[in-house]
């Protein structure tokens, strides 16, 4: 019996729902429905009064949050579409983000944002919002990439005192199994070793760890061992298991689905470059989705994401300098 990424996302709820009298649910659809890509399916029903539908306004649905973690509860709101967290930005970064700062008391929210796009899904279903959200203080934004990440990440995000912004992405939420859920796991702000290598490290996160490793899989065909980090948060940011990696191998490519224009991708780069410069042995590189709304079509958005194909080519490119 295997469980899949949206399944450990639910089962996750259910133990924070379980586990903690102060935990409750909160968005569009995720009572009787289950939610819109069913994470809380069943829930509502074995935690009566605690899995609560709202009203179409996701700027009231984070208000309400912000007021009740103001209080001692530690809520989960599910934003259907990472796209509309947009409408209740105000909420998430004047409000939930500065609270602690202004106030010395906690607002702990876990705002759980489906991402990244699918096959169709067009320009307002599939953005990923990490790096709008990690350039705000006072957040701590999560983007798991495994069946035990979504799960122990989840949890984790619950417990913390401070609000988060756990990035799910909604192509994993099927396609990724693991055969159990993890009893143990690296804590919030630490990067993991998907893959050890010595020719060059690629940076990833979320979905993109998946494509980043089957590019490395190519690669070893051509006789290169390509070594993979997984950020797992992008805030806080790893940046010692970053060095270590480029440490070993010499060469840097950050890959990430979000635009390339101030996102996670500059932020690694920088701080190598900075703080690591003589690590080094060629310029390092990014490649993120084109500078343009994500498309409808399924060969046009084929082609906007970097894949592994296209990792795999910006690698050669960097292993021949």
């Known amino acids: 019996m295997s469980i899949t990424y949206l399944e450990a996302i639910r089962e996750a709820q259910a133990r ?7 935990v409750f649910i909160y968005g569009q659809d995720v009572g009787a429905f289950g939610g819109a890509f069913k994470a809380t399916k069943g829930l509502a029903q074995e ?3 605690r899995v609560i539908d709202a009203p179409i306004s996701e700027d009231a649905i984070v208000g309400l949050a912000v007021g009740a973690a103001i209080e001692g509860m530690r809520p989960i709101v599910e934003i259907q579409f990472a796209d509309f967290s947009t409408v209740a930005f105000n909420q998430i970064v004047n409000q939930a983000a500065t609270f602690f700062w202004r106030t010395n008391l906690p607002c702990p929210i876990t705002v759980r944002l489906p991402c990244g796009g699918t096959l169709g899904s067009g320009p307002f279903h599939s953005q990923t919002m990490e790096s709008v959200y990690a ?20 949890l984790e995000a619950v417990a913390i005192d401070d609000p988060v912004i756990f990035c799910e992405h909604k192509l994993l939420y099927y396609h990724l199994k693991a055969e159990t859920l993890p009893t143990e796991a690296l ?3 630490r990067a993991r070793i998907a893959r050890e290598g010595r020719h060059l490290t690629l940076v990833a996160y979320s979905a993109m760890v998946h494509e980043a490793l089957a590019a490395a899989d190519e690669l070893k065909t051509e006789g290169w061992d390509i070594e993979v980090v997984d ?4 805030k806080p940011l790893d940046t010692d298991t ?18 390339p224009w101030g996102g996670v991708t500059a932020e690694v780069i920088t701080r190598v470059a900075s703080e690591g410069f003589a690590l080094l042995d060629a310029p390092p590189a990014r490649l993120n989705a084109k500078d343009t709304p ?3 079509h399924p060969n046009l958005w084929a082609a906007h994401r970097p894949t592994a194909r296209s990792i795999a080519a910006a690698a050669r490119k960097l292993l021949r300098q």
Do not use: Q
Not at 16 to 22: F, G, N
Not at 231 to 234: H, K, M, P, Y
């Open 47 to 49: 935690f009566p009064g």
């Open 16 to 22: 924070a729902l379980a586990e903690d009298p102060r």
């Open 135 to 154: 350039h705000y203080p006072g957040l701590i934004v999560l983007t798991p990439a495994t069946v035990e990440d979504a799960y122990s990440m989840l």
């Open 231 to 234: 950020l797992r948060s992008v």
């Open 187 to 189: 804590p919030v702000g």
């Open 242 to 259: 970053v060095m270590a990696s480029v440490a070993r191998t010499g060469r840097l490519l950050c890959v990430g689905e979000s635009w």
């Open 294 to 296: 994500v498309p409808f």
